[in-house]
């Protein structure tokens, strides 16, 4: 491709190394985790600065450039990569990657957005904090990525996700300017909270520089049980006996099935099945305080001694220390990375009522075995929070290419079952490119047109990551 006229404007502003035109250099910028997407760029940009950033934007809207803002390219429905056409430029985070400040007496923290999720949660760790939200790719996801697409993670149940995390901003507008958000405080009733709209705004509005983040008192004391059930029935009522239980202390909840676990025995390095038999589903459940003096595995095991009286759980294995607690959640976090090693695999990031979730597993493994039989439905997920992540591999043996066409009409069967349930068809991933055609079955008009006028206002050119989310 051709070097852009603008390649050395941009070089005045940051610096020629961080022009990448040549093809090598701009690969890792253009390619999505899953290949659902590649992309075509004349350059991608790496400013190191908020400042940079601002004279990049300011330079695009006088000339009429499209950006596609990027973290950590570990999004999964292509909003960060650009467009086949090649007449996006994309403005990579990465070297925002300062931790501005720490208050530990405040339990606040200000990070730079290029700062990888892994490097925060360890510099909470050196203060004695918690920063609680937690990913498959939080050794490469950016937080800056994580704010814009409001990233879930196994922590929702006890902290939220990431936006409420959040308490302040700071953004580079389309146009060039700077809003300086970044407050600490945890009131401020001043009018509206223009945070929320930078936060699962995919880069759409604006490009989030900077945040100023809660921290939470590290846990003291923390158990795991990987436990062995027999259907997602048996999962919602363990999940219910466990909530009234434990309450704020039940920390984790997720939930696998076998076929799963066998990708992860299979597929993913040191994975050890946690227990001797085979069993159709099992939970992950972690309970945690910051008080040594609470009995956290006492109530750990009192509550499945109440589960094992009636009926709901087969087995379980305890965690005997913090390393076999991480073992545990390897199998749970290397559940998505496992499939690929099983060929093609048509997701679903979908939620529904925490109540209707094994009915919802019932009828939507069903339909899609009706639709293509012998396809392997791998559903798991976030059971405390209703977000289940709704995976269908390909049948054994199937040609991959052909078995992927039917991900339109797959979509189409399970996130209809979705909707019946009053679900979500997109709970954590985002909207990006890959659902932006499903929003208008799934978002009535006023609200599509209230969510334009706002891109609108911010984006009268749209330039900014255009043709994402609407």
């Known amino acids: ?125 050196k203060v004695d904090r918690l920063f609680p939200l937690s990913l498959g790719a939080q050794g490469s996801c950016q937080i800056g990525g994580n704010i814009s697409t409001n990233a879930g993670g196994t922590s929702v149940l006890a902290y939220g996700n990431t936006r409420d995390l959040v308490l302040g901003l700071e953004v580079v507008l389309p146009t060039g300017e700077i809003w300086n958000g970044l407050r600490t405080l945890r009131k401020d009733n001043t009018g509206y909270d223009l945070k929320q709209l930078f936060i699962g705004g995919e880069g759409t509005l604006g490009i989030i520089t900077a945040a100023s983040l809660k921290l939470f008192p590290k846990p003291k004391k ?19 006996l466990a909530k009234a239980q434990a309450g704020p202390v039940l920390t984790g909840f997720e939930i696998m099935p076998r076929i799963g676990v066998e990708f992860c025995l299979s597929h993913l390095d040191g994975a050890r099945d946690p227990l001797e038999g085979s069993h159709a589903w099992y939970v992950l459940m972690e309970l945690s305080s910051g008080s040594d003096a609470f009995p956290v595995r006492d ?14 759980v087969e087995d379980a294995a305890f965690a005997q220390n913090l390393s076999q607690v991480q073992d545990f959640w390897h199998i749970r976090h290397g559940m998505s990375e496992v499939q690929k090693a099983e060929g093609g695999s048509i997701k679903h990031d979908v939620s529904v009522p925490v109540a209707s979730i094994p009915e919802f597993l019932d009828k ?58 009053g679900g979500s068809i997109s709970a954590e991933h985002g909207i990006g490119r890959l659902k932006r055609s499903l929003l208008k079955e799934v978002k009535a008009d006023i609200e599509l047109d209230l969510m334009q006028r706002i891109k609108s206002a911010f984006d009268p050119k749209g330039l900014l990551n255009p043709e994402r989310v609407l």
């Open 222 to 240: 923390m158990e795991a049980a990987f436990v062995g059930l027999p259907d997602p029935h048996a999962a919602l009522r363990l999940f219910t």
């Open 299 to 312: 109530l750990l095991e009192g509550i499945l001694g109440d589960a094992f009286e009636d009926g709901l």
């Open 1 to 125: 491709m051709e070097r852009s006229p603008h390649a050395d404007r941009f070089a005045e502003i940051i610096g020629a190394a961080n022009v990448l035109t040549a093809k090598s250099d701009q690969a890792p910028y253009l390619t999505e985790w899953r290949d659902l997407y590649q992309g075509v760029t004349t350059m991608v940009l790496r400013p190191g600065s908020t400042e940079e950033v601002s004279a990049v934007m300011t330079y695009a809207y006088q000339n009429n450039l499209k950006v596609v803002p990027q973290g950590g390219n570990t999004g999964l429905v292509g909003g960060q990569i650009p467009q086949e056409t090649g007449d996006e430029i994309v403005l990579s985070l990465s070297r925002l990657n300062k931790v501005r400040a720490v208050d530990p007496v405040g339990f606040t923290i200000i990070v730079e957005s290029g700062v990888v999720l892994e490097t925060l949660q360890n510099e909470a760790e």
């Open 364 to 421: 939507a493994a069903a339909a899609v075995e009706a639709f293509v039989p012998g396809c392997r439905p791998v559903p798991f997920g976030h059971i405390g929070d209703g977000n289940i992540h709704f995976n269908v591999s390909q049948p054994v043996g199937a040609d991959k290419a052909a078995y992927l066409v039917n991900w339109d009409d797959m979509n189409a069967i399970v996130h209809g079952i979705v909707q019946d349930f």
